[in-house]
């Protein structure tokens, strides 16, 4: 059988892991054929690690060059892990030219793109994934699996909150990521993942949403009361980084001096922007509620200046209540260490039926990155065979669209003060594949045993 042949278009951070499953995971029916960017400075660097890899260098192509990409190396799939507002480009072009795709979330940022998506997916017949890794990580999985048994009976409510800390939600504020033109804001860059959780946990779309934001912390104001007057454009130049407790030193890392302040000559892209600087557009304080088809009510919550990194979910069922915690490891996208790894100490689910006993559900925890959810989400992308998965964590552009539209919505409920109904920003767009979820009351149980 010949290997399947990819080309990885966008070269940062997120690209290393899918570049490293195609040319040592997966080696033996994988084979990777090109890489596309913008920045050729990059590109060399991948290229030089997959020498020392023992692989040989693959052609480079720049941005501009998709088209005779994919026409001289006839790639079978599009990896794009490109800057968020650059998804639709890719992913619709690689369609049209037969290419399937797997992209990095979110799968585009604003609903104007996702139709072309959806549009051409549609016409095209071409498969798209959209790598949820959160979905694949042991304790998410452990939480699937009790919603689906029927632990709590069903679902009618869920309060979710989400915490970033002040080492990683403050990059965000650095990077492209700060301005809603590129990311779409936390609404959509990092809240797809967590909206994705929800729609796969209780198995049912969104339907209506809405939403408050504001940048209350990561402000110039902010800046003066911590006695940081005078700062630079960035923290590379800042006369005042020697008392800043967000000063990211790209030149005392090696790998993210490498990566970027060594390749600013090429494209003029500053990794290490000021994180209270004047043209940050993104919110930094969120809350959202969303109403699903199926009847549940969401009460979501996103911080990105908190002391500690993880989250809180909590679900209300018809016979009773599951909560779940997880505290993650903090870490700069891009600096080399494994991202949001599960630390045990704090990360639990508890389950407390009406009219019983509380108790806990040990924990499973996995190795690498988002909490072990990485490496299982790969096996799922790029193996000739995958084992059958009866929690459905494979995401197509079905769910990947669902995922990100009530992000979309909470960003145009936040500017127009009103609920978005999630219908009326897509057309076109088919139900979602879900689990079938056991919905029991107590009377049904109360039923089944007389």
Known sequence: ????????????????????????????????????????????????????????????????????????????????????????????????????????????????????????????????????????????????????????????????????????????????????????????????????????WISSPPEVVSAMGARRFYRPETAEKLGLSGRGERCHTCPVSDRCNFFLDLAGSERLKKMYLDCEQYDGYFRDRCVFGEEIDIEDTMNVTVRYRNGVYLSYALNSFCPWEGYRVAFNGARGRLEHQTVETVYVSGDGTVPGETIKKGSHIRVFPHFGDPYEVPLRTGKGGHGGGDNPLLVDCFAVETPEDPLMRAATWVEGAYSILTGIAANHSMKSGQPIRVDELVSGLPDPAFTEMNEAWPADEMRARA
Request: proline share 4%.
């Open 1 to 200: 059988m010949p290997k399947k042949r990819y080309a990885v278009v966008g070269v940062g951070g997120r690209s290393g892991m899918y570049t490293n499953a195609i040319t040592q995971l997966f080696a033996g029916s994988c084979e990777l054929v090109a890489l596309c960017d913008n920045n050729p400075g990059r590109m060399a660097i991948r290229n030089r690690e997959l020498q020392a890899e023992g692989v040989e260098a693959v052609p480079t192509y720049d941005a501009a060059d998709f088209d005779k990409m994919v026409s001289e190396r006839k790639p079978d799939v599009i990896v794009v892990t490109t800057r968020d507002s650059f998804h639709d480009v890719y992913i619709v072009r690689a369609m049209e030219l037969g290419c399937d795709v797997i992209t990095e979330k979110p799968m585009t940022i604003d609903e104007k793109k996702c139709q072309r998506i959806v549009d051409t997916a549609r016409q095209t017949g071409r498969h798209v994934t959209v790598t949820f890794n959160y979905r694949y990580s042991p304790p998410r999985s452990q939480v699937k699996q009790l919603l689906m048994r029927g632990a709590i009976g069903k679902i009618l409510s869920v309060e979710f909150q989400w915490l970033l800390n002040t080492r990683h939600g403050a990059d965000y504020y650095r990077r492209w990521h700060r301005n809603k033109e590129n990311s779409g804001g936390l609404m959509v860059h990092k809240a797809t993942h967590h909206f994705d959780l929800v729609n796969w």
